[in-house]
């Protein structure tokens, strides 16, 4: 059982930037790959990001792509999303998940999840 906590989310104003972390308990950190969702208030989760177990490939969602990037730290069990150029439609609970398959951007193909940190962008 992976457990997984994420911080780093808070209000920033729009144009700004963040750095959120996901900390994973098991020690087999480095077999999974791992994702960044998002839940906006009365939508659905959506994908923003993927990085595979040795962190040489990623994938991003159009809205993202060029302003936020996904990296990770295998010996720390920490996986990040850091985000430029925020904007208030970025404004959701953001969510870490591990999985197995690489490269996936569909939720339901992982298997364990964070609780979430809250990122609020203002205008």
């Known amino acids: 059982q992976v457990q997984l906590v994420e911080s780093g989310g808070r209000l920033v104003q729009a144009g700004g930037s963040l750095r959120l972390s996901c900390a994973a308990s098991?020690?087999?950190?480095?077999?999974?790959?791992m994702g960044w969702f998002r839940q906006a208030p009365g939508k659905e989760r959506e994908f923003v990001a993927t990085?595979?177990?040795?962190?040489?490939?990623?994938s991003y969602a159009d809205s993202v792509k060029g302003r936020f990037t996904i990296s990770r730290e295998n010996a720390k069990n920490t996986v990040y999303l850091q985000m430029n150029s925020l904007k208030p439609e970025d404004t959701a609970v953001y969510y870490c998940?591990?999985?197995?398959?690489?490269?996936?951007?569909?939720?339901?193909?992982?298997?364990?999840w964070g609780q979430g940190t809250q990122v609020t962008v203002s205008s």
């Open positions: 990085i595979s177990w040795s962190g040489t490939r990623t």
């Open positions: 998940a591990a999985g197995t398959l690489d490269g996936s951007s569909w939720s339901h193909e992982y298997e364990y």
């Open positions: 098991e020690r087999t950190f480095s077999s999974y790959t």
